[in-house]
Structures are given as structure tokens and as C-alpha cells.
DNA sequence: CGCCGAGTTGAACTGAATCAAGAAACGTGG
DNA sequence: CCACGTTTCTTGATTCAGTTCAACTCGGCG
């Protein structure tokens, strides 16, 4: 809830009457490991943020699953464009342990963000960080080699080495889960 | 113009008045080739929508250009999260053809934002659109080969592969310009 | 105890990068 | 408008990183 509200600060500046607004719109919920959130087909209607553990959005290209996203821990995972456009998703979304996550539903966030000026700025403004982040995203992904993602991905997010398996990481890398395995044992 | 207004129209329902007020902040401008729009360490204060010509975004690594970001007639350009964050970019970013572009100066944005609630979620709306646009762009680069990014660039964007050198497209598909020569004589 | 999924390791193969040289296209100034 | 020089593109030979296929190991769990 503390980190959560720390991710909002940097996001958009928010008054106190807008943080209730908020969070009285937003709700925990726990989910066991392997848990889908989204399947094919659907619309994506929520947005999910990680307090605790971690999730994975995926989807299928020629039968075999491909990650394309990895959330840790204080991070956010969605099918975006789906969820903008309220088109159906090709995307998959579940959890890769037993997780705490935070729901952002589309129908509540879009009344909250009707109600006031100063609201739909906040939606504004997420977005724009969202936006920042994705392409933050998009540019290591076309800037680096396997081998640097790799290393950022262990910096940054040790955990994930530790906890998700091979195959997953290897795929979110761009790799094969082979080629994974023998960069790690070692570069 | 017409193609300016059908592009905001897919992107966000605006009221006519809405439409008046954000045309009056935006410029037309013509640029000749190789212009330099924005360069590195300064802090992107436009976007840029491609009326007539060609634009690209780009920025180094180790020495060397690296292209990720080609704008056609009728498509954006700009360094999004020094934009929105306000913080200096790493990129660069110039016309490849005599062009015609419109500005959106982020100050000017900002002020109109600030005039009303429906202007506000009018910009709200933008920025969801570009994110959209940029997931699009990541999962294609992360789902396809170097050869189904250079079909779908071909059959999208014709006019790029008969205008900009090969060198630039390569870079942007993630391949050495030997490869995309070879590809192109033929595949 | 034996099975099963996950990870490792090896060997052969393949697609793409690199290096290098030559051909074509372009524009710039005389 | 031609001539030269520069940039862009093509083509070939070599090298290398990563995939694929296959066998094997390890650890946990029923």
C-alpha cells in the first residue's frame, strides 16, 4: 500500500482528496501461483499492479508461448491496447507465484476519472508514465544484445532469476531456454 | 490537415470547439532534408505529425547510428519520455525528405490541457492511443523475425523502402544492411 | 522407488554478422 | 553539363553466435 502510493507519487502529483479517490476505487486481492487473469479473446478490463510476487503476460505465436512481459514486484502488467481500445486481446496474463495484486478496473477508473478535472489529469499523467516506461522498454529491446538484457535483468531484478523458470526468461529475453543456460553458467 | 483531424478523430471524439482550441495551438512547418529536429542532451519540447515526407528517430551506440523509429505521412514522431518527463533525451531526430510537418509544443499542450476538463481527457486520449501504438510497435518487434518485419514494413510503408537508404531501414529492423540487401535480391 | 519436469551439456547445423572489394548512383563544383 | 569524389548498394568469402535435436542429470513428489 506505502510502495503503491510511492508509485503514484512519481507518476502524477496527487492532492489527499484525489489518493482517496483513488484508492477507494482500487482492490487487493490475493492470487494463487499459476493463476490466469486474462485469456484470449477477452477484453482486458483491468490493469493489475504487483505488490507481492510476480506475474507474466504471454501469448501464443506458431503453438509456443512467448512472454513479453515480466512483473515484479511493485510493478504493473496489462493488456494495454486492449484495455484502451476495449478490443479483445491475443494476451494471456497470470501469476508466476502466490501473488498480492492491486485491480484497476476500466469502468471504475474511467467514472473516477469523469468526476473532476483534477482526475482525469491524474489519468493523464499515468498514462504518460506508462508511456515513458514502455518505451524505455522498446528501446532495450532494440539497442541491446541478449547477453545485456541479461545482465540488466539480473540487476535489476535478481528475484526473477531466482524464482521464475528458464524457459520463461529465455523467451522474454529472446533466446532459447539452451543459450539462457549456458550464459548463466557463465559469462 | 483533413489527414490531421481523421488521425485525431481515431484517437479521441473532439467537440468542435475542442478541435478549434487545439488547432490553434499547433503550427504547420516546412523543413528540407536532414533537417535536425531534436538533438542530444536537450529536452524534447515538440512532437511532430507527419504531414508530407519522411522522419526518423535515432540515437548512437557505440559510434554507430541505431534507427528505431521511422514516421510516414500521417504518423508521430517524437522522444516521448524526455517529452513527458521533461528530463534531457539521448536521441535524435530529423527529417530524410522535404517535409511538412505539424508541432505540438508540450508548453502549449499543457496550458490548453488546462483550460478544461474535455480538453484534458482529450490529451488523456492521445496519450492512450500513443500507447497503444507503442505496444503494437514492441510486440512486433519481439514476436517477429527480421523477415516478417521487412514484409510487413513493405506492404505498410512502401514509399519508405523506395526513399530511405538502406542503411537507416536496416538499423531499424535490427539487421546489417548486408542482410536486408540480400533479403531485398530476393526473398 | 520410480517418474516427471526442469535444467544442463554436447554436436551438428544454420542464419546472420563481419570483412572486403567492387559497382552504381548521386551531387557538387568547375 | 561533364568529371570527379563521395556515398550507397551489392556480392562474395569467412567466421561466429545461437538454434535445434538429442541425450543425460538432478531433485522433488506421488
Known amino acids: 500500500m506505502k510502495q503503491l502510493l510511492e508509485s503514484f507519487g512519481e507518476m502524477a502529483h496527487l492532492s489527499e482528496e484525489a489518493e482517496t479517490a483513488l484508492m477507494?476505487?482500487?482492490?487487493?486481492?490475493?492470487?494463487?501461483?499459476?493463476?490466469?487473469?486474462?485469456s484470449e479473446g477477452k477484453i482486458c478490463d483491468q490493469i493489475?499492479?504487483?505488490?507481492?510476487?510476480?506475474a507474466r503476460a504471454f501469448y501464443y505465436k506458431n503453438g509456443k508461448e512467448l512472454t513479453f512481459w515480466l512483473a515484479d514486484e511493485n510493478e504493473f502488467v496489462g493488456a494495454f491496447t486492449s484495455f484502451f481500445s476495449r478490443t479483445p486481446s491475443n494476451k494471456y496474463i497470470e501469476t508466476l507465484e502466490?501473488?498480492?495484486?492491486?485491480?484497476?478496473?476500466?469502468?471504475?477508473?474511467?467514472?473516477?476519472?469523469?468526476?473532476?478535472?483534477?482526475?482525469?489529469?491524474m489519468g493523464r499523467l499515468f498514462v504518460s508514465y506508462g508511456l515513458s516506461i514502455l518505451e524505455k522498454k522498446f528501446d532495450d529491446f532494440h539497442a541491446l544484445t541478449a547477453l545485456e538484457r541479461y545482465t540488466l535483468l539480473v540487476n535489476k531484478h535478481p528475484r526473477i532469476l531466482q524464482t521464475v523458470s528458464l524457459g520463461i526468461i529465455a523467451s522474454y529475453l529472446g533466446i532459447s531456454q539452451e543459450t539462457l543456460s549456458r550464459i548463466r553458467n557463465q559469462a
Not at 477507494?24 to 486474462?38: C, Q
Not at 493489475?48 to 510476480?54: L, W
Request: no cysteine; hydrophobic share 35%.
Open 24 to 38: 477507494s476505487i482500487i482492490t487487493k486481492k490475493n492470487f494463487k501461483k499459476k493463476e490466469l487473469l486474462l
Open 48 to 54: 493489475y499492479f504487483v505488490e507481492k510476487g510476480i
Open 98 to 121: 502466490d501473488s498480492t495484486l492491486w485491480i484497476f478496473d476500466y469502468h471504475k477508473l474511467e467514472a473516477l476519472y469523469s468526476e473532476s478535472k483534477e482526475l482525469e489529469r
